[in-house]
């Protein structure tokens, strides 16, 4: 990708993602992660300027609204935070999702024309194209695809040799009076896919769900570099690494701005 600075133009043809100036990469970890992409829609929506994140969350899970609809709800979000897995509810749908350290999310907010989704299965496309470029700059060839027993699946997950390494999701909705439309991923990064998964078990047991996940269905950016250099171990910034290849991907200014929060 051309490195650029405020004042170079680059050629872009009609895209359903808009240009990123910047992506902004927050340094601390973000305690309320939803209330602050409802922050940054706010701005976008008011502002008209689209806005990219990457940013990590304190240790947690996060679920939609229909799981509050469980028998044991209470007592399932009171044992997960009981053992620093606290729950929060999000307002789109999908599945639980843990996010925490050695996990990274990315947040694209854009103002828009539409009041109804339009094309979201290329903006997942396009998100997703993005994505795969910066993975393919540390050495990891991702591929979008289903993972049948992971958690939160979707059509639009990337998977290495077949188990998830990120997932994706899209929001469209009114805010401030203004179409305006979330698109977000979650990279594993370094975090243990086992522990994340008997993480989620255990909260969809004490639901009483009986939804139940699958150990080899994720992996991490970190064992996919091992496993593509021979069983080399990751470099110990290999966050950092991460952070920038995703920024590269998406910034038409760089380097990335810093926001420490």
């Given amino acids: 990708m051309q490195r650029c600075d405020s004042t170079c133009t680059v050629e872009r043809t009609e895209t359903a993602l808009p240009i990123f100036g910047f992506v902004a990469l927050h340094r601390q970890p973000l305690a ?14 008011a502002s008209g300027r689209a806005g990219a994140h990457l940013w990590q969350a304190t240790q947690g899970l996060v679920v939609p609204r229909s799981y509050e609809r469980s028998a044991g709800w209470s007592a399932a979000c009171a044992a997960s935070t009981a053992v620093g897995w606290p729950v929060r509810v999000r307002a789109s749908g999908g599945g639980l999702v843990p996010l925490g350290p050695g996990l990274l999310n990315l947040s694209l907010v854009w103002r828009t024309d539409h009041a109804r989704p339009v094309d979201t299965d290329r903006v997942y496309r396009e998100l997703c194209d993005g994505l795969q470029r910066a993975l393919a700059r540390l050495g990891v060839a991702a591929q979008v695809q289903e993972v049948r027993g992971s958690f939160c699946d979707g059509r639009f997950n990337l998977a290495v040799d077949g188990a998830k390494v ?45 939804r139940h996940y699958r ?24 966050a950092e690494r991460v952070r920038h290849a995703v920024a590269q991907s998406f910034a038409r200014v760089l380097p990335p701005r810093v926001r420490a929060v």
Avoid at 32 to 45: K, S
Avoid at 167 to 179: E, F, K
Avoid at 220 to 232: D, E, L, M, N, V
Wanted: include cysteine; glycine fraction near 8%.
């Fill in 215 to 238: 150990p080899e269905a994720l992996t991490s950016i970190a064992r996919a570099w091992r496993r593509a250099c021979g069983g080399t171990m990751p470099p110990a910034n290999l």
């Fill in 32 to 45: 309320d992660g939803i209330a602050q992409e409802t922050a940054w829609l706010q701005a976008a929506a």
């Fill in 166 to 210: 990120v997932g994706t999701a899209q929001s469209w909705r009114r805010v401030l009076g203004q179409p305006v439309v979330l698109a977000h991923a979650v990279l594993v990064v370094d975090a243990d896919p086992d522990e994340l998964t008997a993480r989620c078990n255990a909260f969809e047991t004490l639901l009483g769900t009986g």
